[in-house]
């Protein structure tokens, strides 16, 4: 079985400092890897995903996230935060070459300090 | 375009009262629909998954159910409501191809049992 781990429940930062978010995973087989934002009262928004291939990805909004297949990790950063980035978090796990669940982490709350 | 909707955007049942959300997807055939949780300081659980009409699978035992009698009809129900019930509910759909495609969400149903 798949699970995700977010090491952090909430994380504040200082506006226009970096941010990074962490994303640990478990599978015993080869996975699909995506960060989500959820924005107050609203649905969850695709930021990156990792498929295959260079294991930097960038996404919308200035984020980017590095694979680590050694280490089992997704962390998601940004260099200079804004009072906009002001969400949660979710990183997320799917197995590769199957139609099924999507697990995702408990997310983190990202608090941006003025 | 592809768009979700989902409804009614927020509930308030009293315990024991009967459930019904409904999510439809649109401007697609055959996805792969979700209906997930998402309850105080515990994340984003997946409640049903469904990769077909009358296929689904079911995360987590509760009283809830969920049934999928159109191809892009999601419904999410319950015979008697329970306080721990509350929370807010997402519906999501991907394209069915074998894990790498984003999934989508809906923007939520808000649930309060009293």
């Known amino acids: 079985a798949q699970s995700v781990t977010q090491l952090d429940s909430q994380v504040p930062v200082f506006e226009e400092a970096p941010v990074e978010l962490r994303c640990n995973y478990s599978s015993s087989v080869s996975v699909y890897l995506f960060w989500y934002v959820q924005y107050p009262n609203q649905g969850l928004q695709l930021l990156l995903k990792?498929?295959?291939?260079?294991?930097l990805v960038k996404g919308i909004n200035g984020f980017e996230a590095e694979f680590n297949k050694s280490q089992t990790s997704f962390h998601l950063r940004k260099p200079s935060v804004h009072i906009s980035d002001t969400a949660e978090y979710f990183c997320?796990?799917?197995?590769?070459?199957?139609?099924?669940?999507?697990?995702f982490g408990k997310g983190t709350r990202l608090h941006i300090l003025p | 375009s592809q768009t979700i909707h989902q409804w009614p955007a927020t509930l308030v049942q009293p315990v024991g009262s009967p459930l019904s959300l409904e999510c439809t997807v649109e401007g697609t055939s055959n996805p792969n629909l979700y209906w997930y949780r998402q309850a105080a300081g515990r994340g984003l659980q997946l409640l049903f998954y469904s990769v077909g009409i009358g296929q689904i699978s079911s995360e987590v035992p509760q009283n809830l159910s969920a049934s999928r009698p159109q191809d892009r009809q999601f419904i999410l129900s319950s015979k008697k409501l329970l306080l721990s019930d509350s929370g807010f509910y997402l519906c999501?759909?991907?394209?069915?191809?074998?894990?790498?495609?984003?999934?989508?969400f809906g923007e939520g149903s808000w649930l309060t049992v009293v």
């Open positions: 999501a759909w991907s394209v069915r191809g074998g894990g790498r495609n984003t999934i989508y």
């Open positions: 997320a796990v799917k197995v590769r070459d199957r139609d099924d669940k999507i697990i």
């Open positions: 990792y498929l295959s291939g260079s294991t």
